[in-house]
């Protein structure tokens, strides 16, 4: 079953979920407007008739972009659930099929009032196209440095990962920058430190490593705390969406400057597997901000960076 969802964005940025009524599966729990494709109908054409049964509006189509594809199940039902972000229409939107609609901040809603298959589209919708990491090498100071150049610069998510310094720095260091990255809404990770996220509350988040992900067996945070995901192949991008993560890294993409030689996944591979993957995928290894827009073609929410080379030459490359 093909269904197409709209992402309505006002100019305050805010989104419209619509609460599904009385009588339908998963009632009284909130989502993104759309329903199923008819025969012989584009994904287009079947947003702009549904968003007109549903809410009454017209949508101006030369103002859409896609935005996440979604394969999804729900018990022996096997939908693909495509959003598409909506910035212009015409009209008042009106709850004519939903029992109600509301405007949100997207990272003011609760995933946990969202039908699960319209989770994955929340994170992809307030998550941003750049991820940036502080170097594995850098000292208590280069990071501090780091992390306030990029929240300087408008960088919303940032991973804290220094496997070099001792995990109670790292935490300290995380409740240092914290007041400030509530201050322009952003989110700091930590790598791997669960624990850490925890204790820090709210505006911190953790990013999984891979053999850590692979050893749990249920979300590691509460819904509305961040989860990233180290994530290199099918099995492990299925197992972060088993446990209910945010959003995975995928690598490495192309070769990079500490293992020039290793093997890469190339943008086929990388698009093969991100838009099979029912969560948002940002591409890793290799990646300049030149490549941004590769990524997004290729299915990915955007591109991720560990090496200097994002932090130091960020203002020339954009």
């Known amino acids: 079953m093909h269904v197409v969802a709209g992402v ?22 909130w989502e993104f407007p759309g329903g199923k494709l008819e025969p012989g109908e584009t994904p287009l054409e079947a947003l702009r008739r549904e968003l007109d049964e549903e809410l009454g509006i017209d949508v101006d189509l030369s103002a859409t972009e896609p935005l996440i594809r979604i394969p999804w199940q729900y018990g022996e039902r096997a939908m693909l659930l495509e959003a598409i972000v909506v910035r212009r229409w015409h009209g008042e939107a009106r709850a004519l099929d939903a029992q109600d609609i509301a405007w949100h901040a997207p990272r003011a809603v609760d995933p946990a009032l969202l039908a699960p298959a319209d989770r994955p589209i929340l994170a992809a919708a307030w998550l941003p196209g750049r991820y940036p990491i502080t170097p594995a090498d850098a000292g208590i100071d280069a990071a501090k440095a780091a992390v306030n150049a990029a929240l300087d610069r408008g960088d919303t998510l940032i991973q804290l990962r220094l ?17 400030r990255a509530r201050s322009k809404q952003a989110v700091l990770l930590l790598n791997g430190d669960i624990d850490g996220a925890r204790r820090l509350g709210d505006g911190v988040g953790v990013h999984l490593r891979s053999a850590q992900l692979r050893e749990l067996t249920s979300r590691p945070l509460p819904l509305g705390r961040v989860v990233g995901a180290s994530c290199h192949d099918e099995a492990e991008l299925a197992h972060a969406v088993r446990l209910g993560a945010d959003f995975a890294t995928l690598s490495p993409v192309l070769p990079t400057a500490s293992h020039p030689d290793a093997a890469t996944l190339g943008w086929k591979r990388f698009a093969e597997l991100a838009e099979s993957a029912s969560l948002p995928v940002y591409a890793l290894g290799g990646m300049t901000q030149a490549l941004l827009s590769r990524a997004r073609e290729a299915s990915g929410q955007g591109i991720a960076g560990i090496t200097g080379l994002l932090w130091e030459h960020w203002q020339a490359l954009r």
Do not use: F, S
């Not at 964005?9 to 729990?29: E, F, N, S, T, Y």
């Not at 310094?165 to 007041?179: E, F, G, K, S, T």
């Open 8 to 29: 309505l964005v006002d100019a305050a940025g805010r989104v419209l979920l619509a609460q599904r009524p009385p009588g339908k599966h998963l009632a009284g729990m």
């Open 163 to 179: 496997p070099e310094l001792p995990i109670d720095v790292v935490r300290d260091l995380a409740a240092q920058l914290l007041p």
